[in-house]
């Protein structure tokens, strides 16, 4: 089986074209791949596939490295386009995506016929506690709400981008224990579908510093939906502007809510190699 290795700010992912044929078991799959030692290593993999709905070329599915499905990945999608547009899968540099979290649009930046980056539409956030889900809130929204983690109080504001997130606010993200809170955080009673922590420093309106704990793969270098989710905390929070920079372990977005309620997330997206998966 053919495959590909991406990277968007150091999320890294296997790409796998499934068009013309699908793996017996994606679960199996992610969890042999993304071992890195007896695998490839990635953060998850991604399957290009044929969309279900008209007019909408392509379908991604991303599966973390414990082999649970995701709805959703930002730092994937920028992968996904960027090489279905290389490989010519589509016949321009802004196409529809069918994922998880309904129809996205990627557009491809191309200047003097290099690709400089993706900027992705990654639709509208959703706010309604019981749809993103956390238990507690029914459909209102989880603004700065208290949390009580290894006995200790923190402040919640949760949205999904399709996948549930948690943003905490705190004072010094470099400082902060990720490693021994994050799964506390991921599997905490109040997550029915379990969740991914953003642990965000708002350095002064448009620049934030965010670390992330993953459901389903730990800590990564970066989280695209995070990222997305950080920006909607912000503002309601009114901690930032609607358009800021957000500064991960392994690179920078450009993440901004417009007036019609769609996030744009903006960053770039790697090939590192290619090869053939022979286990
Ligand atoms: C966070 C993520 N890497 C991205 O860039 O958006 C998505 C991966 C999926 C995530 N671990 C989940 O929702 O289970």
Same mark, same amino acid.
């Given at each position: 089986?053919?495959?590909?290795?991406?990277?968007?700010?150091?999320?890294?992912?296997?790409?796998?074209? /499934?068009?013309?044929?699908? #793996?017996?078991?994606?679960?199996?799959?992610?969890?042999?791949?993304?071992?890195?030692?007896?695998?490839?290593?990635?953060?998850?993999i991604?399957?290009?596939?044929?969309?279900?709905?008209?007019?909408v070329?392509?379908?991604?599915?991303?599966?973390?490295?414990?082999?649970?499905?995701?709805?959703?990945? $930002?730092?994937?999608i920028?992968?996904?386009?960027?090489?279905?547009?290389?490989?010519?899968?589509?016949?321009?540099?802004?196409?529809?995506?069918?994922?998880?979290?309904?129809?996205?649009v990627?557009?491809?930046?191309?200047?003097?016929? *290099? !690709?400089?980056?993706?900027?992705?539409?990654? $639709?509208? #956030?959703?706010?309604? =506690?019981?749809?993103?889900?956390?238990?507690?809130?029914?459909? =209102?929204?989880?603004?700065?709400?208290?949390?009580?983690?290894?006995?200790?109080?923190?402040?919640?504001?949760?949205?999904?981008?399709?996948? #549930?997130?948690? !943003?905490?606010?705190?004072?010094?993200?470099?400082?902060?224990?990720?490693?021994?809170?994050?799964?506390?955080?991921?599997h905490? $009673?109040?997550?029915?579908?379990?969740?991914? +922590?953003?642990f965000?420093?708002?350095?002064?309106? +448009?620049?934030?510093?965010?670390?992330?704990?993953?459901?389903?793969?730990?800590?990564?270098?970066? /989280? =695209?939906?995070?990222? /997305?989710?950080? +920006?909607?905390?912000?503002?309601?929070?009114?901690?930032?502007?609607?358009? !800021?920079?957000?500064?991960?372990?392994?690179?920078?977005?450009?993440?901004?809510?417009?007036?019609?309620?769609? !996030?744009?997330? +903006?960053?770039?997206?790697? *090939?590192?190699?290619?090869?053939?998966?022979?286990?």
């Open positions: 089986m053919k495959f590909t290795k991406w990277q968007g700010c150091g999320n890294d992912f296997v790409l796998l074209d /499934c068009r013309a044929q699908e #793996p017996a078991d994606y679960c199996e799959l992610a969890i042999k791949m993304c071992d890195r030692h007896y695998g490839i290593g990635a953060d998850g991604i399957a290009v596939l044929p969309s279900t709905l008209p007019d070329p392509l379908r991604m599915r991303i599966f973390n490295t414990d082999g649970s499905e995701a709805e959703m990945c $930002g730092n994937g920028r992968c996904f386009a960027r090489l279905a547009y290389e490989q010519g899968m589509v016949d321009s540099e802004e196409f529809k995506v069918e994922t998880g979290a309904g129809v996205l990627p557009h491809v930046v191309v200047e003097n016929g *290099q !690709v400089q980056a993706v900027r992705v539409d990654m $639709g509208e #956030p959703i706010l309604a =506690g019981d749809d993103i889900p956390v238990t507690g809130f029914g459909s =209102g929204r989880v603004i700065s709400e208290p949390l009580t983690v290894a006995g200790q109080e923190f402040h919640m504001t949760c949205v999904s981008m399709g996948n #549930p997130h948690c !943003v905490i606010f705190v004072d010094d993200a470099e400082a902060f224990p990720i490693f021994e809170l994050g799964p506390q955080f991921e905490h $009673g109040r997550f029915p579908r379990k969740t991914n +922590t953003e965000v420093e708002v350095k002064d309106r +448009t620049h934030v510093r965010m670390r992330v704990w993953e459901r389903g793969a730990a800590v990564t270098l970066a /989280c =695209g939906t995070g990222a /997305c989710a950080t +920006t909607v905390a912000g503002v309601l929070n009114d901690k930032i502007d609607r358009k !800021v920079e957000v500064q991960l372990d392994g690179g920078k977005l450009v993440v901004e809510w417009v007036a019609n309620n769609h !996030v744009f997330m +903006t960053g770039p997206a790697e *090939q590192v190699f290619a090869g053939e998966w022979q286990a």
